[in-house]
């Protein structure tokens, strides 16, 4: 059962999560009938000592108060209102003009997004793995999978190699790093049965009418609610994807030791298997080492080799890991983005996964020039390979933001704003530093430097 708490307090995973029964949940929130509930959704008969998950224990105890001393008639009208809201962008015009309304004061926004862009959308969204279908077909081969494979093969090489250098982490703690390494699953392109056109079908078996769009809406919804339902007892898929291939992201999943890079996000300017490597390795290679770092960052160092919530360090090695850890935290602290300043501790994780995914690609490069030699110098272009490496993972976090968004993003978003995440980085990496003869003690190269990985 998942609810909101406190961003800091979210990051200690083994703090929030809290296995009880239906009946210890429910002395713990009398006002909530839980078990009623969950025989509903389920059509099951559920007993009091059926166990569950529960987050934020003390924030669903006020949760139980609060319903408990609102009237009813306010609780009604905030349960039709979170339905409204969640289906405005689907109803007439009134209701979207609200909305726009809503992200023009938030994110600054100065116009609608065109129908087609709309329509598209929802297309994507609801029919995501069908689009990725024909997305596949036509911008990624099969060449291309196996070339992205291999340069994950070589970044994690790289963080093998760092964990048996690494000085603050004892032989306990590394061998349990390294069986996380080993184990971990990693997910390129597009999942296999995207190839075979039956396949697709099976993922969306319900009715779609030319004319409902609304009713198509709701008839997607509600098959996604069914298969969610379904899962129940049933063992963990991790073989499942969360995005379709299409989409321009890439993730790392604690709780199931997986990455998994879409087709979507190896393209250019990311990654094109005619580039320079130095390209290659400094945009997507980059993104590579992010994920992997994922692995060990103050989040996903909590789970082990299985995905298992369980802590596998010494606490000498913890202890050690979370002072540096602190030291990122300083860092990110002291930006700040109109008068506003980011929170180091909640975007620690991806702070700590900016950095380590830099440095673990970069010295993959290395390794690459060292057994197939330099590279040749490109035409017309003033840069080393070296500083082309950097450049391009640079251009990673090339943004046009409006300035509500970016405040926006301060406040709420758990990565820092994106030309932080370069300048935190590659100010606090050495070879940044020799590749661009940034003089020693110099904003982008200063003497006391912050690393984890």
């Not at 319900?206 to 129940?232: A, C, G, P």
């Not at 049933?234 to 994807?241: C, H, P």
């Given at each position: ?115 087609a862009r709309v329509c598209l959308g929802q297309a994507n969204r609801h029919f995501g793995m069908a689009l990725g279908a024909l997305f596949v077909h ?105 995005l379709p291939p299409q989409a321009l992201n890439a993730y790392y999943l604690p709780n199931k030791n997986q990455m998994v890079f879409p087709a979507g ?168 530093g020799r590749a661009f003869h940034c003089p020693r003690d110099s904003p982008m190269n200063p003497v006391h430097k912050c690393s984890v990985w």
């Open positions: 059962i998942t609810v909101s708490e406190y961003d800091d307090l979210r990051r200690d995973v083994s703090a929030m999560y809290n296995k009880v029964t239906l009946g210890q949940l429910q002395k713990i929130t009398p006002h909530l009938r839980w078990k009623w509930l969950l025989d509903q959704i389920f059509q099951e008969d559920f007993s009091e000592d059926e166990e569950v998950v529960l987050l934020a224990t003390d924030y669903m105890r006020q949760v139980s108060q609060l319903i408990r001393s609102t009237p009813h008639r306010i609780l009604h009208n905030y349960l039709v209102w979170r339905v409204v809201v969640v289906l405005s962008e689907h109803l007439s015009p009134p209701f979207r003009e609200a909305l726009h309304e809503l992200a023009r004061e938030m994110e600054g926004s100065d116009k609608p997004q065109e129908l036509e911008h990624f081969s099969a060449a291309s999978k196996a070339k992205v494979q291999q340069l994950v093969e070589d970044i994690k090489y790289i963080l093998g190699q760092r964990l048996e250098e690494l000085d603050w982490m004892d032989a306990q703690t590394k061998a349990a790093a390294r069986a996380k390494l080993q184990y971990m699953m990693v997910m390129v392109g597009y999942p296999d049965f995207l190839l075979k056109p039956e396949a697709v079908d099976k993922e969306y078996e319900f009715e779609v009418h030319e004319k409902t769009y609304f009713k198509n809406i709701l008839n997607s919804i509600r098959f996604s609610i069914q298969l969610s339902v379904k899962k129940i007892r049933q063992e963990v898929d991790k073989s499942t994807w969360l996000i190896l393209q250019p300017t990311l990654y094109d298997p005619d580039f320079p490597q130095s390209l290659n390795y400094g945009g997507i290679g980059t993104i590579i080492g992010h994920e992997l770092t994922h692995g060990y960052d103050d989040w996903g160092g909590q789970y082990d080799r299985s995905g298992n919530l369980l802590h596998w360090w010494t606490e000498a090695s913890y202890s050690r890991f979370l002072h540096k850890a602190e030291c990122i935290v300083r860092l990110y602290d002291n930006f700040t983005v109109y008068n506003q300043r980011v929170n180091g501790k909640h975007t620690l994780g991806e702070n700590i996964a900016d950095m380590g995914g830099l440095k673990l690609a970069y010295y993959a490069y290395q390794k690459w020039v060292r057994e197939h030699g330099p590279e040749h110098p490109l035409h017309r272009l003033k840069y080393t390979h070296n500083q082309l490496f950097f450049i391009a993972f640079a251009q990673n976090w090339c943004i046009k933001r409006r300035s509500q968004s970016i405040y926006l993003q301060v406040l709420t978003d758990k990565h820092a704003p994106e030309h932080y995440r370069v300048l935190g980085s590659v100010s606090q990496f050495e070879e940044f």
